[in-house]
């Protein structure tokens, strides 16, 4: 397993050889939090304001990797 500690939030995946699983979302006190899932990617986006945390687990032709992007005040 896999978690992030965002400034929005926290995330858990379950990363295997070629696919990923979500097993958790929680965004922090005051946030939002929207999932989008596809059959080769998962992305989770905490938001408050214009403040917003995101992370995306892909695995298109790869091993599953996760990218945080975390933007506004």
Do not use: Q, Y
């Not at 214009?50 to 790869?62: K, M, N, P, R």
């Amino acid at each position: 397993m896999e978690s992030h500690n965002l400034r929005g939030g926290r995330v858990a995946f379950d990363l295997g050889p070629d696919s990923a699983t979500l097993v958790s979302a929680t965004p922090h006190a005051g946030w939002e939090m929207r999932v989008w899932k596809e059959s080769r990617w998962i992305r989770v986006t905490f938001t408050r304001g214009e403040e917003a945390s995101s992370v995306f687990c892909v695995w298109h032709d790869t091993a599953p990797r996760v990218m945080v992007d975390e933007h506004g005040a």
